[in-house]
C-alpha cells in the first residue's frame, strides 16, 4: 500500500482563485526585494517554491508583471475579484511556481529555511532565527 503524497491548498481571500499542491515544498523563505515589499504592501513576503508538476489553480488570476533581479519578467498573480497575491509564475509555461505564504490554508505548512534579498530589508524587519541569509538570490 502507497500513502498518498503529502496534500497542502490555499487561495484568495474570496475563494475564487484557489491551488493544491501534492508533495513537499521545494524551499520556503522570505523574499525582501523592493519589487516583493511593494507587492504585498508588506516588509517581506513569506514563500513556498514548488515544481508546476505538484500543482493545481483553479479559478482566473490577474498578472502582474515586472522585470526581475535577473532581468528577466516576474509574473504575479492575484484574484481579479478580490485582489489577494496567490501565486508567482505563468501557469503552463513555467517550471515552477512560487505560492504567497499568507494564502495557504494552514499556515503551519510555511516551514522557512531562508531570506533572500536581504540587502534591500527594511531596518524594523528582523529575519527568523535559523534561517540562512542571502544578499540577493542564491545562486
Not at 483553479?58 to 516576474?74: D, M, V
Not at 529575519?127 to 545562486?139: A, K
Request: charged share 20%; glycine share 12%.
Amino acid at each position: 500500500m502507497v500513502d498518498d503524497p503529502k496534500r497542502f491548498t490555499g487561495g484568495c481571500m474570496c475563494g475564487a482563485l484557489r491551488y493544491e499542491v501534492r508533495g513537499e515544498p521545494q524551499y520556503a523563505g522570505f523574499c525582501y526585494c523592493t519589487d516583493c515589499r511593494k507587492a504585498s504592501g508588506s516588509g517581506a513576503i513569506p514563500f513556498i517554491g514548488v515544481s508546476a508538476a505538484q500543482v493545481r489553480f483553479s479559478g482566473e488570476s490577474r498578472h502582474i508583471r515586472s522585470t526581475s533581479f535577473r532581468g528577466t519578467e516576474a509574473v504575479r498573480n492575484r484574484c481579479p475579484a478580490c485582489g489577494s497575491l496567490v501565486f508567482g509564475g505563468i501557469v503552463g509555461e513555467d517550471e515552477s511556481h512560487t505560492l504567497y505564504a499568507g494564502s495557504l490554508d494552514d499556515p503551519s505548512v510555511f516551514q522557512p529555511s531562508m531570506a533572500i534579498f536581504v540587502r534591500d530589508k527594511p531596518s524594523w524587519m528582523i529575519p527568523p532565527e535559523g534561517v540562512t541569509l542571502f544578499q540577493t538570490m542564491p545562486g
